[in-house]
């Protein structure tokens, strides 16, 4: 096994398995700070990871959707599990369009709990978010172990103590 394969089958095991996530989702802000630069603005969503990407649910007229519209490139950094990573950010549509069915499945079943609750699926604005991830940073036991992920051509270097 290479150390990317060893890298996602961590990522698999800590955020795969239909598992409902809480991750910090930074988009960059239409408004500028007063450097005069574009500001950052972050919160927190619930996903869940598959493929090498986090999906979540959400409104296509939400600010983090109209910044993606913008400015696509976005940063994650999953909540108490010490994985932060960049990536792009796309608006996959409308839940109920035919070719998002299958990750649909997958969203009901990992946020299963809440989902109905919290969705109107018949509005045409409730769409899915797929973050994919292009690098990323493992830290395991308090960086004893990093794993540095490039996603986009599959590689990962791996520094301290070895897998």
């Known amino acids: 096994m290479n150390n990317f394969e060893k890298g996602m089958k961590i990522l698999e095991e800590k955020f795969g398995n239909h598992k409902d996530n809480v991750l910090g989702l930074a988009t960059i802000s239409e408004t500028l700070g007063a450097s005069g630069k574009p500001r950052p603005i972050v919160r927190d969503v619930d996903a869940f990871f598959l493929d090498g990407a986090f999906y979540?649910?959400?409104?296509a007229k939400s600010s983090k959707m109209q910044q993606i519209a913008l400015n696509n490139e976005v940063a994650i950094a999953v909540n108490f599990a010490w994985f932060t990573a960049s990536g792009t950010?796309?608006?996959?549509?409308?839940?109920?369009?035919?070719e998002n069915a299958e990750i649909r499945t997958h969203m009901?079943?990992?946020f299963a709990e809440w989902y109905e609750r919290a969705n109107n699926e018949n509005d045409e604005n409730c769409c899915i978010l797929k973050?994919?991830?292009?690098?990323g940073i493992i830290n395991l036991n308090h960086h004893e172990t990093l794993i540095h992920m490039n996603f986009?051509?599959?590689?990962a270097e791996i520094e301290g103590k070895p897998l």
């Not at 979540?56 to 409104?59: F, I, M, P, R």
């Not at 950010?89 to 035919?98: A, I, R, S």
């Not at 986009?152 to 590689?155: D, E, I, R, S």
């Open 152 to 155: 986009a051509n599959k590689t």
């Open 89 to 98: 950010g796309e608006n996959m549509g409308w839940v109920l369009k035919p």
């Open 108 to 110: 009901r079943k990992a």
């Open 56 to 59: 979540t649910v959400t409104h």
């Open 131 to 135: 973050v994919t991830l292009t690098n």
